[in-house]
């Protein structure tokens, strides 16, 4: 008799061993149709992430959106081709923007590939519990919430798919399939070039009956591949024609080190709301990304059975970030979306192995019974593998039932006392969304212009990193006005209305915009419409100064009265502003030019006591 391999598999050989198969894997073989654990880990990563369905566009997604529309001019590049230009283009063209078909396609996409994770696990050596453990990982990591909510983000699910296209078309190296790795795996780079690395973790996965040589010949049209998109992208990045600018500032420092923990943080970060807030690297991230790595680094010393896999998971896991390491600028969630493979076979493999090696402490061994019967009887360790898988599956929907309460937290937690989102990226999409519809629902004809004003000091300055109300910006602190920032300038309006001819965002009124519909920002992102011509002005006025800024509307409206200045209600306002903001002796000649040869009216009523009052105030 040939005893079981350590981790529970089998290394019987010969007609004895391969009788004896059938029965080593009887109590799981049995018990569980071959699609249910997959089918499991599918149904976790839709249910976590449903939300992403309900979801409106961001801020990349409009810019992509602008230029695919022809409002914005399109950067003259390659790079991200397929998904953030040519897919782009075709699903405006068919559906328009609606954010609804881009979530759907996204979506869609990723349970493919927690589905393909499923089977690299299983050909990297995991049993089913532990390949569904890995793909639940993948397919509810809580991070995946800003990649599936933002359009453009398709740029790294897609580029994951057809990695994992490409890796399955080489797995039979022929001429024929070796082009359609070497096609995939363009498509892939053409989507996004973060992933030119991966297949070489691949080689770290090789066939049954495959060395580690052979296995990188048989992968080498895709390291080629991989090494000379590479050097066009250095090559056409130094020509201003790749990813570049302050944002892609990248270089070799302590940085590095630091971005490499803040992921490793991030990877396994279960009590944070939005860890990735700040969109920078954390310097004390490595007190806790450390130990994720130094427990891979344990289990593959600890376990012969599983080294291999969790020494392939974080090489997967290394290679798949190595592009975004050195950026000094920033560190994205979305970054960690291709590298989550890796990490989660390997986080896979070391449960497993762990899990495993409890069973055997605690599992009593017994005697081989005197004869067996006729049709044999399964192996001991088959109903101690039934628990692992068991336990494995267990950890895998806890772990969804966890990230699926972080992201109803993060979706519905408030900056502070404000009713804006704590999340960043949560925030900019639902202002835009309140904006737009705000915005659509008053326009009243067609070629419309329009102008959206915000003088200084209208709402309050609230901290993007306490949410507290601030009594003003401090000096040398980075600001701007959510609601422009968000709509890029009034450009995004043009996209979902067509009926405008123009709209601009100004922080200051000149007599050019006499013939635009005058808008105001109100709060949570709404838009609202005040009307054109004198009458909107008035309804501006009355706003202002219901809010106590008199000296915003004392200089909006020194504007507003020269260019009308007949209008005697105008002029009553503008008196009202310089009377508040210390200005008596201007307001009481605005005042008088308002009764001058006008009929004893309401307005002239009104200007009369706003003298008596000034008199009695000497």
């Known amino acids: 008799m040939v005893p079981p391999a350590r981790g529970g598999a089998s290394l019987s050989r010969g007609t004895a061993g391969a009788s004896r198969r059938p029965h080593a894997r009887a109590a799981s073989a049995t018990a569980l149709p071959p699609w249910l654990l997959p089918s499991l880990s599918l149904l976790l990563a839709a249910i976590v992430h449903r939300r992403a369905l309900g979801a409106f566009f961001g801020t ?11 409002l914005l001019p399109s950067a003259p590049t390659l790079w991200r081709l397929l998904s953030e230009v040519l897919y782009v283009r075709l699903m405006l063209g068919v559906f328009g923007p609606q954010p609804l078909p881009f979530h759907l396609v996204s979506l869609a996409l990723h349970l493919v590939n927690t589905a393909l994770v499923w089977r690299l696990a299983r050909r990297a050596g995991l049993g089913a519990g532990a390949a569904c453990l890995a793909s639940t990982l993948f397919g509810v990591f809580p991070l995946s919430y800003s990649v599936l909510l933002s359009a453009v983000n398709i740029n790294d699910i897609m580029a ?55 296995a990188a010949r048989r992968l080498l049209p895709l390291l080629v591949t991989g090494v000379a998109f590479a050097g066009l992208y250095l090559a056409f990045r130094t020509h201003g024609l790749g990813t570049g600018g302050p ?33 920078m690297f954390d310097p004390l991230a490595w007190r806790v990304g450390l130990w994720p790595l130094a427990a891979f680094a344990l289990a593959g010393l600890l376990s012969r059975s599983r080294r291999r896999t969790i020494l392939f998971g974080c090489t997967w896991w290394a290679l798949a970030l190595l592009p975004v390491l050195p950026l000094e600028a920033h560190s994205y969630a979305h970054y960690l979306y291709v590298p989550t493979v890796g990490f989660a076979v390997a986080a896979a493999a070391t ?75 949560t925030r900019k999409m639902e202002v835009a969304r309140t904006a737009i519809a705000s915005f659509r629902s008053q326009l009243d004809g067609d070629h419309q212009r329009v102008v959206v004003f915000a003088p200084p ?20 602190t980075p600001s701007y006005d959510v609601i422009a920032g968000v709509l890029g300038g009034g450009v995004t309006l043009r996209l979902f209305e067509p009926r405008l001819d123009s709209v601009v965002f100004v922080s200051r009124w000149t007599p050019e915009y006499r013939d635009f519909d005058l808008f105001g920002e109100g709060p949570a992102g709404r838009l609202v419409r005040m009307g054109r011509g004198p009458r909107g002005h008035s309804e501006f006025a009355r706003f202002l100064l219901g809010a106590g800024l008199y000296a915003q509307t004392r200089e909006y409206f020194a504007e507003v009265v020269a260019t009308y200045p007949s209008e005697r209600l105008l002029r009553l306002l503008y008196a009202v502003a310089l009377s508040g903001s210390g200005a008596p002796d201007s307001a009481r000649a605005q005042a008088r030019r308002v009764m001058e040869g006008a009929p004893p009216d309401t307005i002239s009523a009104t200007a009369r006591r706003l003298i008596a009052i000034l008199e009695q105030r000497k």
């Open 247 to 279: 944002a892609y500032a990248a270089g070799v420092g302590p940085h590095v080190f630091h971005n490499l923990m803040t992921y490793s943080l991030w990877s396994v970060d279960l009590i944070r709301v939005v860890p990735d807030a700040q969109g």
């Open 160 to 214: 994951l798919t057809f990695v994992f296209l490409a890796l399955v078309a080489l797995e039979v190296p022929t001429p024929l399939r070796a082009a359609a790795a070497v096609a995939s795996f363009a498509l892939a780079l053409l989507s996004k070039e973060a992933v030119l690395f991966v297949p070489f973790a691949a080689v770290l996965l090789p066939q049954p009956s495959e060395r580690l040589a052979g």
């Open 351 to 425: 449960f497993e192995a762990t899990a495993a090696g409890i069973a055997r402490l605690v599992s009593r061994p017994r005697p081989a019974p005197a004869h067996r019967g006729p049709s044999g009887a399964p192996r001991p360790g088959g109903a101690r593998e039934a628990v692992v898988a068991a336990a494995l599956v267990a950890i895998g929907i806890a772990y969804a039932a966890r990230t699926d309460a972080l992201i109803d937290r993060r979706t519905t937690a408030r900056l502070g006392k404000t009713q804006l989102a704590l999340d960043p990226f």
């Open 60 to 70: 990349d997604d409009f810019v992509r959106l602008e230029e695919a529309a022809g």
């Open 457 to 476: 000091g209208l709402g309050k300055p609230i901290s993007a990193t306490t949410g507290q109300e601030l009594p003003a910006v401090p000096a040398g």
